[in-house]
């Protein structure tokens, strides 16, 4: 069971091409957004879809496939886990930032159109 700690696995749309930064060390780190809906019926019968948006971010040649090969509107599929990182921000507050740090992601679909 050790193996499934902090573990997060998410189906999503892209909402937005990766953003790519290259450090002095030659490491890369690739951050975007994912898109996931939720899909449910209120008490009208009526569909109603949530969107929650996710911050990700890859790192080394995982960041350069998927800087690469993936785009706006994409369905892809990651894995990964949770890091929350906190800092203070310009009017001294604190802020909690969650992220997914990914592991490993599967293209599903290409955007439509």
């Known amino acids: 069971m050790r193996s499934i ?19 002095e060390s030659g490491n ?15 008490a009208k019968g009526e ?3 949530e969107t929650t948006w996710h ?19 994409q369905e892809i599929a990651v ?5 929350t990182n906190s800092f203070k921000n310009k009017d001294g507050e604190d ?3 969650t992220e997914i740090e990914v592991n490993d992601f599967m293209f599903l679909r290409k955007k439509a159109g």
């Open 79 to 83: 894995e990964g886990r949770l890091v």
């Open 47 to 49: 569909k109603v879809t």
């Open 5 to 23: 700690r902090n573990k997060v696995t998410l189906i999503g749309n892209l909402g937005a091409k990766p953003e790519i930064r290259e450090f």
């Open 28 to 42: 890369k780190l690739a951050t975007f957004r994912l898109a996931t809906n939720d899909v449910r019926y209120n």
């Open 95 to 97: 802020v909690n930032l």
């Open 55 to 73: 911050r990700l971010k890859a790192w080394g040649k995982l960041a350069d496939t998927i800087a690469k090969y993936t785009d706006t509107g």
